[in-house]
């Protein structure tokens, strides 16, 4: 039986639409994605929706309440976990907010990326391969299957 771990995951644009909001996970010793680069998110609780689920998760993590997101896809992750569990997640792009963003958080540091220069952090092999999608100007949301093994990506397809 499949019973994925449930979670969101979103990129919070800056206004001008040029960078993007990032924790640098380097609070807790034994996170499994220390030292990476990565959106903000978690995992969805029971009473809720994937949408109230990144709500609740952007307020909780950067101290934003998100007016203007979208869906920009969806990710299966068998075997991402630290014990091989597997994750389902939703891609947000949070696009209009009230607030100002924190400087850290439980997790890490939290500042202001150039979308140009993202892939010179340090992140998961594996976003490497969607955030592309996240940031494009397709209107569809894409669906993707990036099986893991061993803390690394093995393969990665998705369709629109």
């Known amino acids: 039986m499949y019973t994925p771990i449930v979670g969101t995951l979103g990129y919070i644009l800056s206004p001008d639409a040029e960078k993007v909001l990032l924790v640098h996970r380097n609070a807790r010793k034994d996170d499994q994605h220390l030292g990476k680069y990565n959106g903000l998110g978690g995992k969805m609780q029971a009473d809720e929706d994937v949408q109230s689920c990144m709500v609740r998760e952007i307020q909780e993590e ?35 907010f009230i607030g100002c963003p924190r400087k850290c958080n439980e997790e890490g540091d939290l500042a202001w990326h150039r979308l140009d220069a993202l892939a010179e952090l340090p992140m998961w092999e594996g976003d490497r391969y969607f955030l592309s999608l996240v940031f494009d100007k397709d209107p569809l949301p894409f669906h993707g299957y990036m099986p893991y093994t061993n803390g690394r990506p093995v393969s990665w397809k998705y369709f629109r």
């Open 62 to 96: 950067a101290g934003i309440i998100c007016q203007e997101m979208q869906l920009r896809g969806t990710i299966n992750w068998p075997g991402f976990g630290p014990a091989g569990e597997h994750w389902l997640g939703f891609i947000f792009l949070i696009t209009s």
